[in-house]
């Protein structure tokens, strides 16, 4: 690893950083949506693989910081992995303090990452001699991660019940296109259906809107007006540990480890079962919510970046919910990623270390400081000048580039198929990550049906 390369890794840290410093602040970005595809695009233009990973790190790290601004201002979620926090937050602003909100909650991902990073390489240590016979098994492990998924959503019999008629339109899909000689039969149609599964919500409301109907009933909401109190300004660098009181500081470092070590489960359930449990026995409210949200946030930062690096490191397949959604592109975006050729067979485990290190620390250098410094001033702006219909649209469009790009016009009519029957099951309560895991599994279950 050269010093160009290393040059080329902080630059990407510092973009991956400041552009996911805004995203995040943005009300209702969901971490796969604006994380994937951004991913699988470097992947594709042949961006290298030490940057990319630099960049990822540093953007899920910058991400993670940031998502508790809104939560803490307007008690609107950032991202899917905050809206647990939002009931606390709101304790918090009730009580006037939405500014020890966002400082409690920054400091918590902080934690949650120098805790995840070393443990996730302890971990990853410890499965990697089995690496071997867990990937000989792959087809298997994800059609049974599919039904453990399945049993933890809220529709369990509907989820259940579609892992077979979706693996079938996945893999029905994929063979109109071998017939029709859209792509050639040693190319497996992947990256586009992937993104129309996390673009499903957006794509089905859509379409719901075209129903004259069904937008005549919708109600009106007019213009809705946000406070924003005034921070007392920090001087200096802040320091987690000093925001933090030691039982925050303690609670926190014990959630993050728990996280990473239960990075193959659902983060969201994770955060609230912990969140709650390891806070119900305090009754001053104000104490009660400060440590919840500190340590949910640093559990949440842990259980996302353990769920990327201990299968990137052990094993080289997408075998947790954030392998199979936000970091897919690491594992898969063919033709440059394969399962059999990504960043796990690329780079060494040190390297991996090093791109890891660098991404987390500049994010946390320049996501960090601006979050406390700017949080309130921040969060105006994006509130007044960036509209979150802009970027689902950047997104959308992103994802409509890729699916031609895989195979030609026609696959951008099967990725919206895809993304309508996503968009439908996810409404009635089938989670992203049961639907990932047929994808995954789509080739080896419906070669086992057949």
């Given at each position: 690893m050269d010093m160009m390369i290393i040059l080329q890794m902080i630059l990407a840290s510092i973009g991956g950083a400041a552009l996911y410093?805004?995203?995040?602040?943005?009300?209702?970005?969901?971490?796969?949506?604006v994380l994937a595809p951004v991913t699988i695009a470097l992947v594709l233009v042949g961006v290298s693989p030490y940057v990319i990973l630099s960049f990822f790190i540093a953007a899920i790290v910058a991400k993670k910081l940031t998502d508790s601004i809104p939560v803490a201002v307007a008690g609107i979620p950032g991202g899917v992995m905050s809206a647990p926090m939002v009931e606390h937050a709101m304790v918090l602003k009730t009580h006037g303090l939405p500014d020890q909100s966002i400082k409690?909650?920054?400091?918590?991902?902080?934690?949650?990452t120098l805790v995840s990073i070393p443990a996730s390489f302890l971990i990853a240590n410890l499965i990697l001699p089995y690496a071997d016979k867990i990937s000989e098994y792959a087809g298997l492990i994800f059609f049974l991660g599919a039904i453990f998924l399945a049993l933890m959503t809220k529709n369990k019999i509907l989820s259940l019940a579609i892992i077979i008629p979706f693996a079938l339109l996945i893999q029905g899909l994929r063979h109109l296109y071998w017939g029709l000689e859209i792509v050639p039969s040693d190319v497996t149609v992947f990256v586009s259906f992937f993104l129309g599964i996390t673009i499903g919500p957006i794509v089905f409301k859509l379409f719901e809107l075209l129903n004259n109907d069904y937008r005549k009933n919708l109600p009106g909401l007019g213009n809705k007006e946000i406070s924003l109190k005034s921070a007392r300004k920090e001087k200096g660098f802040p320091n987690p540990f000093k925001?933090?009181?030691?039982?925050?500081?303690a609670s926190s470092a014990f959630g993050s480890f728990i996280g990473a070590i239960t990075f193959f489960l659902s983060p969201v359930g994770m955060t609230v079962f912990l969140g709650e449990f390891l806070t119900r026995h305090i009754k001053d409210p104000v104490q009660r919510a400060s440590r919840a949200i500190s340590t949910m946030d640093g559990l949440t930062n842990a259980a996302y970046i353990s769920g990327t690096l201990v299968p990137l490191i052990a094993i080289g397949l997408p075998l947790s919910p954030m392998a199979i959604g936000p970091a897919a592109g690491l594992f898969n975006a063919p033709p440059v990623f394969t399962p059999e050729h990504n960043i796990h067979h690329l780079l060494s485990m040190g390297e991996i270390m090093t791109a890891t290190i660098i991404g987390a620390i500049i994010a946390i250098l320049i996501t960090f400081y601006v979050t406390i410094k700017y949080a309130s001033q921040i969060c105006a702006f994006v509130f007044k000048y960036i509209p979150h219909e802009a970027l689902i649209g950047l997104f959308a469009?992103?994802?409509?580039?890729?699916?031609?790009?895989?195979?030609?016009w026609i696959n951008i009519f099967g990725t919206m198929l895809i993304a309508l029957v996503s968009g439908l099951l996810h409404r009635n309560g089938v989670n992203y990550g049961v639907l990932f895991m047929i994808l995954y599994a789509?080739?080896?279950?419906?070669?086992?049906l057949s």
């Open positions: 410093t805004l995203i995040g602040i943005a009300p209702g970005t969901d971490e796969t949506a409690k909650m920054s400091s918590g991902s902080v934690i949650g925001i933090l009181t030691k039982k925050e500081t469009g992103l994802v409509v580039m890729l699916a031609f790009m895989d195979a030609g789509a080739p080896w279950l419906l070669g086992v």
